[in-house]
T-cell receptor, first 112, second 111 residues
């Protein structure tokens, strides 16, 4: 498809487990962003890549969160030792320049 | 820290009514964007405003950027049930990369 693709769409994990969320950006898009969206709230910035370089990770809430984009296209957001407060929708966005950003439909993560 | 305050948080109206959603900040933004998000989907860009005082129209939606580029409004004329959704304003951060989002306005239009 032509849009940003995220997988899985839904992920249920037990507290303490590690999870990996995948983002396939629009082909050719240099910039890639991860956001976290709590229920009924606006998205909050997590991290930003330009090609394979992670230029800003100031929004990552703890060292349990790790993101990579090794070849400058697909990106993975990994959360280690998940906790209940990690439950949220994780959105990925890509763009040619920083703006405008095109969003995927997100991964809804539930930690039991 | 740059923050965007949106109001109202919830709005429930009848079809045909007009409404305005506000997005305010104490910070200056180089641009401001409005998104609409439906349940289970990602935000979809409606408009970007860049110049202070700018007004943009998208069918029944009118967007305005404040003269000082600190605030914006979205006005919907004759709302329809299809307008139902979460409306988000977002400003470019100081680094000009990540978006800073407001908490959103949940709009429900009933027929």
């Amino acid at each position: 498809g032509a849009g940003v693709s995220q997988s899985p769409r839904y992920k249920v994990a037990k507290r303490g487990q590690d999870v990996a969320l995948r983002c396939d950006p629009i082909s050719g898009h240099v910039s890639l962003f991860w956001y976290q969206q709590a229920l009924g709230q606006g998205p909050e910035f997590l991290t930003y890549f330009q090609n394979e370089a992670q230029l800003d990770k100031s929004g990552l809430p703890s060292d349990r969160f790790f993101a990579e984009r090794p070849e400058g296209s697909v990106s993975t957001l990994k959360i280690q030792r998940t906790q209940q407060e990690d439950s949220a929708v994780y959105l990925c966005a890509s763009s040619l320049a920083p703006q405008p950003q095109h969003f995927g439909d997100g991964t809804r993560l539930s930690i039991l | 820290t740059q923050l965007l305050e949106q109001s109202p948080q919830f709005l429930s109206i009848q079809e045909g009514e007009n409404l305005t959603v506000y997005c305010n900040s104490s910070s200056v933004f180089s641009s401001l964007q409005w998104y609409r998000q439906e349940p289970g989907e990602g935000p979809v860009l409606l408009v970007t405003v860049v110049t202070g005082g700018e007004v943009k129209k998208l069918k029944r939606l009118t967007f305005q950027f404040g003269d000082a580029r600190k605030d914006s409004s979205l006005h919907i004329t004759a709302a329809q049930p299809g307008d139902t959704g979460l409306y988000l304003c977002a400003g470019e951060g100081q680094a000009g990369t990540a978006l800073i989002f407001g908490k959103g306005t949940t709009l429900s239009v009933s027929s």
